[in-house]
């Protein structure tokens, strides 16, 4: 049974870094594009990056480009977002998912190219 599971997350300081992981189980993780995801209290969930099954290519929100980075390791079949220069607002709970793609040249931050989620973790940006 596919099983996606978040980690890494916690209270940062504002302009301070977290790496979020995302391990993925019981599915072909090398055909399958991996999004991760956010929602803060009170809002809709938004997209906030991907990085496609073949791991060269990566979107990322305006909110969040360039400070934030989305690797993934075949091998550990796990994805990573390293969070860097963090903001009060990127505060929410983080969700990665799974979408399998025709090609692995791309991926999506939009929910519906994705079929399977993982819980959750909590970040928190606050001095």
């Known amino acids: 049974q596919p099983q996606l599971v978040e980690s890494g997350g916690g209270l940062a300081q504002p302009g301070g870094s977290l790496r979020l992981s995302c391990a993925v189980s019981?599915?072909?993780?090398?055909?399958?594009?991996i999004g991760w995801f956010r929602q803060a209290p009170g809002k809709e969930r938004e997209g906030v990056s991907c990085?496609?099954?073949?791991?060269?290519?990566?979107v990322y929100v305006d909110a969040v480009r360039g400070r934030f980075t989305a690797t993934r390791d075949n091998d550990k079949t796990t994805v990573y977002l390293q969070m860097s220069s963090l903001k009060p607002e990127d505060t929410g709970v983080y969700y990665c998912?799974?979408?399998?793609?025709?090609?692995?040249?791309?991926?999506?931050?939009?929910?519906?190219?994705?079929?399977?989620w993982g819980q959750g973790t909590q970040v928190t940006v606050s001095s």
């Open positions: 998912a799974a979408g399998r793609t025709i090609t692995p040249y791309h991926c999506y931050t939009a929910s519906n190219a994705y079929d399977r």
């Open positions: 990085i496609s099954s073949g791991g060269d290519s990566t």
């Open positions: 019981g599915l072909n993780f090398d055909y399958y594009a």
